[in-house]
């Protein structure tokens, strides 16, 4: 069993599909065992995307995740991390699978609709991030 952090980006949020998207994970035999709305301020985003600060795209990343709120969430079942990636899909929608989360609502690398850890390692600290162990139900 894993834990992975999953977040509905702010271009989802706005696109009212927020449902449509937990419906994926659950479908999939995903977990909601935490999840929170938040509007991440400049530090918080920057301090989630610390690892991508030297890139190029930063900035607009940050401002991106800014925008609007966001849905934050903890999914656990098996294999989560690995299976909560194949689920949202490629990185750039436009080469995501046909069928993920990305092809199906979003359209561009920049406002992709879904983050999701991408190791366990990660997931442990993006987790601990955003929740207190006691706001997490399973
Ligand atoms: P991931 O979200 O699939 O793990 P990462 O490489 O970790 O992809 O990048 C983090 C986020 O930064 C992406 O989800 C996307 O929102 C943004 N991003 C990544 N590459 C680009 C790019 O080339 N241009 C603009 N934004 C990008
Ligand atoms: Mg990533």
Redesign the pocket.
Known sequence: MERTLSII?PDAVSKNVIGKIIQRFEDAGLKVVGLKMLHLNKDVAKGF?KE?NE?A?FA??IK?MTSNPVVVQVLEGESAVRLNRQL?G??DPQTAAEGTIRSDFAKS????AV??S?SLESAAREIEYFFDKSEIFS
């Open positions: 980006k995307y991508h890139r795209f607009d990343l991106f949202m490629d990185t690398i920049d406002a992709n983050h999701g991408d």
